[in-house]
């Protein structure tokens, strides 16, 4: 029996692919989005194809407009894992300004995270504090960062222009993205078990190549 060729899609250009996908998101959304919100959602949905996001993403009252601000006056990025710096768009955000910065390897934030018994991502959050400056912070994996980062807060060391909340995992992942809601920061936060590096530097590019753009009107 002859068994039928594979047939082998044809060739897209990149910009054509996401032009496709975006389009394809839009028709299959379970609900009209927030104008304002929309390009983050998608975005998160483009990266991970997970319609979830459209229900599970929450804003603080002018979130995503703070955020832009911060970043069109030069603000940087302080992430949780390398492989979030590595998502984020650095040479856009370096044309306001900014740099994404991940303490995670290095040598001081293990060696104290090992003297004390805490996390690296813990030690992190406390060194972005001694920086002087206020950051965005965009935590895709530690939930341990968001803890730290509410108490730091609640310290007044910190005033972050946005935290962008999306750990994902099970043990204390919940509870940080809750405790982060009530911080009197801005925030995006991810609801429930379900995150990821690479949703904290997809939001963070939404945020960027959003700048520039003019903003939506109401559905």
């Known amino acids: ?9 044809p060739v897209i250009p990149p910009a054509e692919i996401e032009r496709q996908s975006f389009e394809i998101i839009e028709r299959e959304l ?22 979830g996001y459209a229900d599970s993403l929450c804003f603080s009252e002018h979130a995503i407009e703070k955020a832009r601000e911060a970043i069109r006056c030069g603000a940087g990025i302080i992430t949780d894992t390398n ?21 995670m390897a ?15 991502a813990s030690v ?3 060194k972005s504090a001694m920086m002087g400056e206020n950051y965005i912070y965009a935590i895709g994996n530690a939930p341990t960062a968001l803890i730290r980062l509410y108490e730091l807060i609640e310290e007044g060391k910190l005033h ?11 043990v204390h992942v919940v509870e940080a993205k809750e405790l982060i809601m009530k911080a009197p920061a801005p925030y ?3 609801r429930g078990r379900r995150g990821g590096s690479n949703v904290a530097a997809a939001i963070c590019n939404a945020l960027i190549y959003g700048i520039d753009q003019k903003p939506a009107t109401a559905l």
């Open 1 to 9: 029996m002859k068994e039928d060729k594979i047939k082998i899609p």
């Open 30 to 51: 379970p609900h009209p989005l927030d104008p304002v919100q929309a390009p983050i959602i998608k975005r998160v949905i483009h990266t991970t194809a997970d319609f």
């Open 83 to 103: 492989m979030a710096k590595a998502g984020i768009n650095r040479s856009r955000l370096r044309n306001y300004g900014g740099e994404v910065h991940c303490f």
């Open 106 to 120: 290095d040598e001081d934030v293990a060696a104290e995270a090992k003297a004390r018994g805490v996390t690296r």
């Open 124 to 126: 992190s959050m406390e």
């Open 160 to 170: 972050p222009y946005l935290i962008i909340g999306v750990p994902v995992g099970f």
């Open 188 to 190: 995006i936060v991810a």
